[in-house]
């Protein structure tokens, strides 16, 4: 209806100038691929043979499993456990690392494991899957902890580890188009190494959520048709997990600042002592709020919380605008709602300009003012 002419097929580059679908040669001026990514298959024996479900199976299940495993301990791997121990099902968590949701602050990601525990999610960390061998519609995963080889039986599997990029087909290299097994590479302002061409989305970007496929496809529209300069790295991206608590994250996390060499101020505010926390009932959790040494620069936050995607787009409009913490503490917030969490934390930096001398002349003036 808005003019658009569609093709449904196959589509596969014949230069850089055109594309083939379904036996018919389009010639572009620009163009835009958008095909984003699907769950990775990682390679364990006996795996996808015992049949193993991903995020895009996993949901046409039609009877709960009695016993799920699941392997990633990530967000989707975290939210799937979760939700699926709620069901009622008995489900065991696997991953390598130390603790799961292993990109996120660690005590958020603490929050979050004892939750999953109090919900009967056994977690097995550090644990090295081998092999996985089935007997009908049972199933054994194999797997070595703490330097034991153990086992465990299932009725079902969820694997939740990575993603891998949809370029198969496209004839890419047709196209002078660079990729690799991430995706294809783009520059700033999400240009192929075939300048005409951009690419967009979870085949493209880093951060591979909805929200910044929005985004970027935004910034391809501006530049590809308008001969804009928009830039992917202009992009402040909060990204949350929706286990509950939930996690909410945007800009830097104290390791990123470490590495760059940015020395910080960290201000945390506990829900324990939020009114409307104390209120609900949900007291788990706390804002943490990252800020360049001695000034309000808001860097990075990090929020725990059973609404805490709600809350974070206030510190991420803050960072995009260059809205510092001594602005927020001087923000009315309504009372009592859990963002009084964030308000708290710009009092909170607001005391910090209480130095000594300041205090004493405060004092001072305090002291006349009384005669």
Not at 4 to 24: M, N, P
Not at 207 to 230: C, E, M, P, S, Y
Not at 234 to 263: F, K, R, S
Request: hydrophobic content about 40%; some cysteine.
């Amino acid at each position: 209806e808005l003019g658009v002419d569609v093709f449904l097929g196959e589509g596969t580059f014949t230069s850089g100038y055109t594309i083939d679908v379904g036996g018919v040669t389009l010639p572009f001026k620009k163009a835009l691929i958008a095909t984003g990514a699907r769950a990775a298959k990682i390679p364990i024996p006996g795996l996808w043979e015992a049949g193993a479900h991903t995020n895009e199976t996993i949901f046409s299940l039609t009877e709960l499993p009695e016993r799920l495993a699941v392997i990633g301990a990530g967000p989707i791997g975290c939210e799937l456990a979760q939700a699926f121990a709620r069901f009622g099902s008995e489900v065991s968590i696997f991953d390598n690392d130390a603790h799961i949701l292993n990109r996120e602050d660690a005590d958020a990601a603490a929050i979050v494991d004892r939750a999953m525990r109090e919900d009967g999610v056994n977690i097995i960390c550090q644990a090295a899957i081998k092999e996985v061998t089935s007997k009908g519609d049972h199933k054994t995963v194999h797997y070595e902890s703490e330097g034991t080889h153990n086992t465990l039986e299932v009725d079902a599997i969820l694997v939740a580890v990575g993603r891998a990029p949809n370029i198969e087909g496209l004839n890419l290299e047709k196209a002078g188009v660079s990729h690799h097994n991430r995706g294809i590479e783009v520059d700033d302002h999400l240009r192929t190494s075939n300048k005409h061409i951009f690419a967009a989305g979870d085949v493209a970007v880093k951060h591979q959520f909805t929200h910044t496929a929005d985004a970027a496809a935004r910034i391809v529209i501006q530049n590809a048709l308008f001969h804009g300069r928009k830039k992917l790295s202009d992009l402040v991206i909060p990204w949350c997990t929706y286990t509950e608590p939930e996690i909410a994250h945007v800009g830097m996390y104290e390791n990123d600042a470490n590495e760059q060499g940015i020395e910080i101020d960290t201000y945390i505010q506990k829900f324990d002592d939020v009114d409307r926390a104390i209120l609900d009932g949900q007291t788990e959790g706390f804002v943490k709020i990252h800020t360049r040494k001695g000034t309000p620069n808001i860097i990075g936050a990090t929020i725990v919380a059973d609404h805490a995607g709600d809350l974070i787009s206030e510190i991420t409009l803050a960072i995009t605008h260059g809205i510092g913490l001594d602005k927020i503490a001087s923000t009315i917030h309504p009372y009592p709602t859990q963002a009084e969490a964030i308000k708290k934390l710009g009092d909170a930096y607001s005391r910090t300009k209480l130095t000594p001398f300041v205090s004493k002349m405060f004092k001072k003036w305090l002291a006349w003012a009384r005669r």
